[in-house]
């Protein structure tokens, strides 16, 4: 099925069972970008469709969804890279950048899967060296509303969920070569993770809540 097709269905479903503000994708410019998300639910990346209007999606999906009626289909659809989620997965992280190269938009959750305490979780290196790889400026995304247990529980009961999706301002990675390089890229992965704790309530910034950037950063708002 088409990527248009199945943008087209996740709006339609999504407008029925949820109520979806967005808010600062105007920012998203045309070209190269990485928008780095917190992963809070499965309707995280229904979302992300429903609200961007790119077409040259770059996604990497947990391999356990590949054979998903849902999921599965929407991987497809964007010509997914199907990723390990529990182990380094070299081979993945390869074909990203090689489709980087080529240009697009690429969506990814620096957390590496959902978060089990319905909070940000510490960032994993892989999209601080994507970024500093790949020259691609960082759009933090910010979701809150899409935990599994809440909506499970709205559509019990028929109620659509609230759900939002913040988005910050563009940044640049920068990894030096050499010495502390790894130091660099932990620093560069809290960054991001920073950059999304800022565009979300207090009680979602989990690892993140107390992180001197944090509140640098929300006096700058």
């Not at 609200?51 to 964007?78: N, Q, T």
């Not at 890279?81 to 074909?95: P, S």
């Not at 028929?158 to 999706?165: D, E, G, L, N, P």
């Amino acid at each position: 099925m088409k990527y248009k097709t199945i943008r087209s269905i996740v709006r339609f479903i999504m407008n029925i069972i949820a109520d979806v503000e967005v808010v600062g994708l105007e920012k998203l410019p045309q070209g190269n970008v990485i928008l780095a998300a917190n992963h809070l639910g499965r309707l995280d990346t229904a979302v992300l469709i429903y609200a961007l209007e790119r077409d040259d999606l770059i996604m990497a999906v947990a391999e356990k969804y590949k054979d998903h009626p849902i999921f599965g289909a929407i991987g497809r659809s964007v010509n997914a890279i199907w990723l390990n989620r529990f182990e380094a997965d070299f081979a993945a992280l390869r074909e990203i950048l090689a489709r980087m190269q080529k240009g697009g938009l690429m969506v990814i959750a620096p957390e590496g899967t959902r978060s089990k305490t319905e909070m940000l979780q510490e960032g994993k290196m892989g999209v601080a060296f994507l970024a500093s790889k790949s020259g691609y400026p960082v759009m933090p995304i910010a979701l809150t509303g899409t935990e599994d247990r809440g909506v499970i529980e709205n559509l019990k009961r028929f109620r659509r969920s609230k759900i939002k999706a913040v988005a910050g301002e563009l940044f640049y990675i920068e990894i030096p070569k050499g010495k502390g390089r790894e130091e660099a890229m932990r620093n560069a992965t809290d960054e991001i993770m920073c950059q999304i704790a800022a565009k979300l309530p207090e009680s979602y910034r989990g690892f993140y809540k107390d992180y001197p950037r944090v509140e640098e950063l929300l006096l700058k708002q």
